[in-house]
């Protein structure tokens, strides 16, 4: 399984972008796929994830920005980012294969290259 991360890019702040994570190997229909992004101290942050069934979870600094969709026909999973913030630039990852257990969702094992989301102020 390989993840293919693209479409970071430069935007302002209050405009948009639309990352993209092709993902090879059969396991897009089934599988959870996430998107992070890292901050300082190299960690990952959550900030959205679709199921296999197609439900959808943000971060709640996202939340009514961002919107995660999957294309199982193109094996792709996109992020369309409205609105963005100086606070939301780094290295975004996706993830795939992770799964829930009560309220913590733990990332899979599977991750795509970063992408690099710039935003000025």
């Known amino acids: 399984v390989q993840l293919q991360a693209s479409g970071g890019g430069l935007a302002q702040a209050g405009g948009s972008l639309r990352l993209s994570c092709v993902v090879s190997?059969?396991?897009?229909?089934?599988?959870?796929v996430a998107w992070y992004r890292q901050v300082p101290l190299n960690q990952r942050v959550l900030v959205a994830r679709?199921?296999?069934?197609?439900?959808?979870n943000y971060a709640d600094s996202v939340k009514g920005r961002f919107t995660i969709s999957r294309d199982n026909a193109k094996n792709t999973v996109y992020l369309q980012m409205n609105g963005l913030k100086p606070d939301d630039a780094g290295v975004y990852y996706c993830?795939?294969?992770?799964?829930?257990?009560?309220?913590?969702?733990?990332?899979?094992?599977?991750w795509g290259q970063g992408t690099l989301v710039t935003v000025s102020s």
């Open positions: 993830n795939a294969g992770g799964y829930s257990s009560g309220t913590y969702y733990y990332f899979g094992r599977y």
């Open positions: 679709i199921s296999g069934d197609d439900s959808t």
């Open positions: 190997g059969d396991i897009l229909s089934s599988s959870s």
